[in-house]
């Protein structure tokens, strides 16, 4: 199951101001020593926080699979998932159909959005992108979900319905 959300991330102004500043004074550091900076000067940087909305919202799934990017694969995320007890499994180098959903989704977007549209500005990218996503998940039935759109097949599940029909198992290490 796939589910899409829109972020709702909280005001972190103060936090980006900061790390632009950073940024600046320090250019050859990469985001790994600009976060050790930013901790040291007491910000909390929650690299996994709009995964702790999603679960918030829909429950927490056993495992989550994901393919080998930078973002997902840095020791944030791990620690992340080892203490929310969430087993995460990443999909082998250069077999990206072993993620088919994540892929077919990429494709749909590349060939109904990205491939026929020519953005006239970041605005414009951003509008027709949130256009797209509406329809996708709002108004295009999709077979897999039994005809539903994710948004309603997505509203059929509650916190407690997802709880008890997928009891965590506790994760094997060693």
Known sequence: MMVRYRSQRPDDGRLRERLKALADERRRFGYRRLHILLRREGFVVRVARELDYLIAARGRPLTIVSDNGTELTSNA???????????????????????????????????????????????????????????????RPHSRLGWLTPAAYAATFTIAAHAAATRPTPLMTG
């Open 77 to 139: 995320i791990l620690t992340w998932a080892d203490e929310s007890q969430i087993g995460w499994h990443y999909i082998a180098p250069g077999k990206p159909m072993q993620n088919g959903l994540c892929e077919s989704f990429n494709g749909r977007l590349r060939d109904e959005l990205l491939n026929e549209t020519l953005f006239r500005s970041l605005d414009h990218a951003r509008t027709a992108l949130a256009g797209w996503r509406r329809d996708y998940n709002t108004d």
